[in-house]
């Protein structure tokens, strides 16, 4: 994600719990016009229809979403999809745009990227394969203090059980130092710590196995320590600078310091487990869509869906976006859909765009961190955004 989200400060699809933070900043929508978005009518909007299809499914199966989703997911289902003009229709005639901004009246944020990566693996621990990519432990607790404090509602914690006291869980320098006392189950083997580390970060990828399978994985949860960018304590070092950190130049920096690789990864004691997900059925809409899963609990549409802080922008809402690509001034402008949270996705003006699977989508994504502005696509006759129940 930019930089690797701004060198590793972001990117998971399905964030874990962040630890306690400042209020969200307030967001300010302000009616605007069709032709407030730069490229609107030159954007082939028909391309997010699979990604709008699936979210409705989400949206309107939830209770609370439901009253606000019914009617355009309703009207879409009479949409032909693969007709631009129609598709272009349906969303001037069902959403009104309204333009996002902060409480300062800032309405230009920063825009990051992230990916799905591919992995070579093993389900087996060998030579080759030695870095262990482990399912939720058994003894991870979730603590919820609400329930203890009425004022803590909202917050929680990760912790175990030691004796007869509840403490922090391992931390990532605890967990690859004592495997004994740590007891998870591992789902597969990988050959390189700093891929499995950028796999944390991503929140989700593929694993392809020595008889020619590929594994899909995807977060399932976050040991509680607080995450701590190592593209960040890079910088502090003086190993890098703020403009060339990316994750090309922090992978090439492993490379050329094997020996301090595991030192560098222990400065951050956030360590992310996951669960392995089945493919998506042959000739289904998910199989369409071929992503791995968001925070709506849908697959993720590639170049066609971003992470939003949920706060500020609702999640599952079609977005317009107006930015550019990677170390570049050409336009990125485009209809696309909020159907993902990240750890450091905080803020009203404030996305990440999924590239999506491969290497050209892991080089757009390590380099992207440009200025974006946003309009917020809402259904009309719903309450106003920001007044919704």
Same mark, same amino acid.
């Given at each position: 994600?930019?930089?690797?989200?701004?060198?590793?400060?972001?990117?998971?699809?399905?964030?874990?719990?962040?630890?306690?933070?400042?209020?969200?900043?307030?967001?300010?929508?302000?009616?605007?016009?069709?032709?407030?978005?730069?490229?609107?009518?030159?954007?082939?909007?028909?391309?997010?229809?699979?990604?709008?299809?699936?979210?409705?499914?989400?949206?309107?199966?939830?209770?609370?979403?439901?009253?606000?989703?019914?009617?355009?997911?309703?009207?879409?289902?009479?949409?032909?999809?693969?007709?631009?003009?129609?598709?272009?229709?349906?969303?001037?005639?069902?959403?009104?745009?309204?333009?996002?901004?902060?409480?300062?009246?800032?309405? *230009? /944020?920063? &825009?990051?990227?992230?990916?799905?990566? =591919?992995? #070579?693996? +093993?389900?087996?621990?060998?030579?080759?394969? @030695?870095?262990?990519?482990?399912?939720?432990?058994?003894?991870?607790?979730?603590?919820?203090?609400?329930?203890?404090?009425?004022?803590?509602?909202?917050?929680?914690?990760?912790?175990?059980?030691?004796?007869?006291?509840?403490?922090?869980?391992?931390?990532?320098?605890?967990?690859?130092?004592?495997?004994?006392?740590?007891?998870?189950?591992?789902?597969?083997?990988?050959?390189?710590?700093?891929?499995?580390?950028?796999?944390?970060?991503?929140?989700?990828?593929?694993?392809?196995?020595?008889?020619?399978?590929?594994?899909?994985?995807?977060?399932?949860?976050?040991?509680?320590?607080?995450?701590?960018? *190592? /593209?960040? &304590?890079?910088?502090?070092?003086?190993? =890098?600078? #703020?403009? +060339?950190?990316?994750?090309?130049?922090?992978? @090439?920096?492993?490379?050329?310091?094997?020996?301090?690789?595991?030192?560098?990864?222990?400065?951050?004691?956030?360590?992310?487990?996951?669960?392995?997900?089945?493919?998506?059925?042959?000739?289904?809409?998910?199989?369409?869509?071929?992503?791995?899963?968001?925070?709506?609990?849908?697959?993720?549409?590639?170049?066609?869906?971003?992470?939003?802080?949920?706060?500020?922008?609702?999640?599952?809402?079609?977005?317009?976006?107006?930015?550019?690509?990677?170390?570049?001034?050409?336009?990125?402008?485009?209809?696309?859909?909020?159907?993902?949270?990240?750890?450091?996705?905080?803020?009203?003006?404030?996305?990440?765009?999924?590239?999506?699977?491969?290497?050209?989508?892991?080089?757009?994504?390590?380099?992207?961190?440009?200025?974006?502005?946003?309009?917020?696509?809402?259904?009309?006759?719903?309450?106003?955004?920001?007044?919704?129940?």
């Amino acid at each position: 994600m930019a930089w690797l989200c701004v060198a590793f400060a972001g990117c998971q699809t399905v964030a874990p719990p962040a630890p306690p933070a400042a209020p969200p900043q307030r967001t300010v929508f302000t009616p605007a016009a069709w032709s407030d978005l730069p490229g609107w009518q030159s954007d082939p909007v028909e391309d997010v229809w699979p990604a709008f299809v699936a979210g409705c499914r989400a949206l309107v199966a939830n209770a609370r979403k439901r009253a606000t989703w019914q009617a355009p997911c309703a009207a879409g289902e009479r949409i032909d999809g693969a007709d631009p003009v129609a598709v272009r229709a349906f969303f001037v005639g069902h959403f009104s745009p309204w333009r996002v901004a902060s409480a300062d009246g800032g309405d *230009v /944020g920063l &825009v990051t990227g992230y990916y799905e990566p =591919l992995l #070579r693996g +093993s389900r087996v621990r060998t030579a080759e394969f @030695a870095v262990p990519l482990y399912a939720a432990p058994d003894d991870l607790l979730t603590v919820e203090l609400g329930d203890l404090h009425p004022e803590l509602k909202g917050k929680r914690v990760r912790a175990r059980v030691s004796g007869r006291k509840v403490v922090p869980y391992w931390s990532r320098a605890e967990i690859e130092r004592d495997a004994a006392a740590f007891a998870a189950r591992p789902l597969v083997y990988v050959d390189d710590p700093v891929e499995a580390f950028f796999l944390e970060i991503q929140g989700s990828g593929r694993v392809a196995l020595p008889d020619g399978t590929v594994v899909r994985l995807n977060y399932a949860d976050q040991n509680g320590h607080p995450y701590r960018s *190592v /593209g960040r &304590v890079l910088i502090d070092r003086g190993e =890098l600078t #703020r403009d +060339s950190a990316s994750m090309q130049s922090i992978r @090439a920096w492993a490379l050329a310091h094997p020996d301090q690789v595991r030192a560098l990864l222990d400065e951050n004691p956030s360590y992310v487990f996951f669960r392995e997900v089945a493919p998506p059925a042959p000739g289904s809409l998910d199989a369409r869509i071929d992503g791995p899963q968001g925070a709506l609990g849908v697959p993720l549409l590639a170049r066609r869906t971003i992470a939003v802080d949920p706060r500020s922008i609702p999640l599952g809402a079609p977005v317009y976006l107006a930015t550019t690509r990677p170390l570049s001034a050409a336009p990125l402008e485009r209809l696309v859909l909020a159907q993902d949270t990240g750890g450091a996705i905080r803020g009203p003006v404030r996305a990440d765009f999924f590239w999506g699977f491969g290497e050209d989508a892991a080089r757009d994504a390590g380099r992207m961190k440009q200025d974006g502005r946003m309009w917020l696509l809402w259904p009309k006759g719903a309450p106003p955004p920001g007044e919704r129940p």
